[in-house]
């Protein structure tokens, strides 16, 4: 079996490191060996480099870090050429900018570039998985799933539902909103790497009767992931409290349909109260943190400290178009910022892992990715701390692996990433683009 090697520093994680102070695991001078696009050994080049074969393919990297690929659990696809739309607040953001952009949609070829573009734009900036809104068309999710299909990368995605309150020319019914998501299970999830996600866009714009269609097929495939919204916005939160008076709160209403369980993951989470927190943490729904959208719409700052206390799984994501950028180095630099201001320090290396393992573990794929274990798929970054004049200087007085990930997480973007492998194949080099 053909061998490749990846000499450099290394970082991978066994476990939380806000949990465990043994969690990071870090190589100053490390290898990671993939074969049939998959590591089947990593840890200290000392150790390893006898498990050789001869002709093995050394790649040098001995002046980069590698870490496992990013993993951004919420972004919107569609929303690419609409991203840095300036509105005053989240609702008429999507009357103004998100709604008319997505319309374009119902066309397949616009769909088609702006996925390609999308997906590389994503691996530009070392994500390898992430977790897409489609529109309300079918062809959009067909669109996305083929060119991640092309570059082999694990996505999930899915066709937004809404049959309410949008725009009548972005309208699915609960009817043609099933059969479509049915199809396109049909079609794409476990297809390879593609994985579907059914993907009410929130409470506001489902009739109970699609939100009914969203329980049938969620129970019919137990191993789909669920992608929603949820109290983001002081304005939203009000709005579904008279759309759902019988519910007890925003997150109560998705909790009615049976879509609060593993695998499903709710955007923001912000205004959720103590109870919600507690029904997140028992139900294993996961929370995508999108600090730059939230201070971009002015949505609100999310709690780490409740969000730690209550123990409901946390994870970053970008939520571009809302988001301001595809890099989730900069969705670090300002879930540092957010978390700050709310008196919670947030570790660089705790970043890290949110972003690798710790959201492979939330999303119940950790048998798969977000860590270079064996047997893990081989996706993985190379970053490079000399990318920018600034960046050189600071990680070169770097005097602990925690200072060298702020330095990343602060003062890096899509330039720090040199290269970027998913199932042991180059998707992405900063040199050749
Ligand atoms: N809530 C409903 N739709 C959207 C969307 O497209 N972006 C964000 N940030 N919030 C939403
Ligand atoms: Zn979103």
Not at 82 to 97: F, K, R
Request: proline share 4%; charged share 25%.
């Amino acid at each position: 079996m053909t061998q490749s090697a990846f000499r450099a520093q290394l970082l991978t994680f066994n476990g939380d490191p806000a949990q465990s102070p043994d969690a990071a695991r870090f190589f100053d001078d490390g290898v990671v060996i993939v074969e049939d696009g998959r590591v089947s050994a990593s840890g200290a080049w000392s150790a390893l480099k006898d498990r050789l074969h001869e002709g093995a393919l050394v790649h040098d990297l001995r002046d980069k870090l590698i870490v496992p690929g990013f993993i951004d659990t919420h972004i919107h696809y569609p929303q690419t050429d609409m991203i840095a739309s300036p509105a005053p607040g989240l609702l008429p953001w999507l009357e103004t900018y998100t709604f008319p952009t997505e319309r374009g949609f119902e066309n397949e070829a616009l769909a088609q570039d702006t996925a390609n573009f999308f997906v590389d734009e994503l691996l530009k900036s070392g994500t390898t998985t992430a977790l897409v809104y489609c529109t309300v068309h079918k062809q959009s999710a067909d669109a996305l799933f083929t060119a991640s299909e092309a570059k082999n990368l694990r996505m999930v995605a899915g066709k937004v539902l809404m049959d309410r309150h949008c725009p009548e020319f972005l309208r699915d019914t609960a009817q043609s909103g099933y059969d479509d998501s049915a199809e396109l299970i049909g079609r794409w999830h476990n297809k390879g790497r593609q994985m579907y996600a059914l993907t009410p866009r929130f409470a506001p714009t489902s009739t109970e009767a699609q939100l009914e269609a969203c329980e049938a097929l969620a129970r019919a495939h137990g191993d789909i992931f669920i992608q929603s919204h949820v109290a983001e916005n002081l304005d939203e939160v009000k709005w579904v409290k008279e759309l759902f008076p019988r519910q007890r709160s925003y997150l109560d209403v998705y909790d009615h349909y049976g879509l609060l369980r593993r695998r499903a993951v709710y955007g923001h989470c912000i205004w959720l109260d103590e109870e919600d927190r507690q029904r997140m943490a028992q139900t294993g729904a996961v929370a995508a943190h999108c600090p730059t959208s939230n201070l971009f719409l002015g949505s609100g700052l999310f709690d780490f400290d409740k969000a730690s206390e209550s123990q409901m799984p946390v994870t970053l994501a970008t939520d571009v178009g809302g988001g301001t950028s595809f890099s989730m180095l900069q969705t670090m630099n300002e879930a540092h910022k957010v978390a700050r201001m709310g008196g919670h320090h947030l570790t660089a290396t705790r970043m890290f892992w949110l972003a690798t393992a710790g959201a492979a573990q939330a999303l119940d794929l950790a048998d798969k990715i977000g860590t270079l274990a064996p047997q893990s798929e081989a996706d993985f970054v190379v970053l490079d701390p000399k990318a920018t004049p600034l960046l050189a200087r600071r990680t070169a007085r770097a005097e602990s692996l925690e200072e060298l990930l702020f330095a990343f997480a602060l003062l890096g973007d899509d330039r720090a990433v040199f290269e970027t492998y998913a199932a042991g194949a180059r998707v992405h080099s900063r040199e050749a683009a």
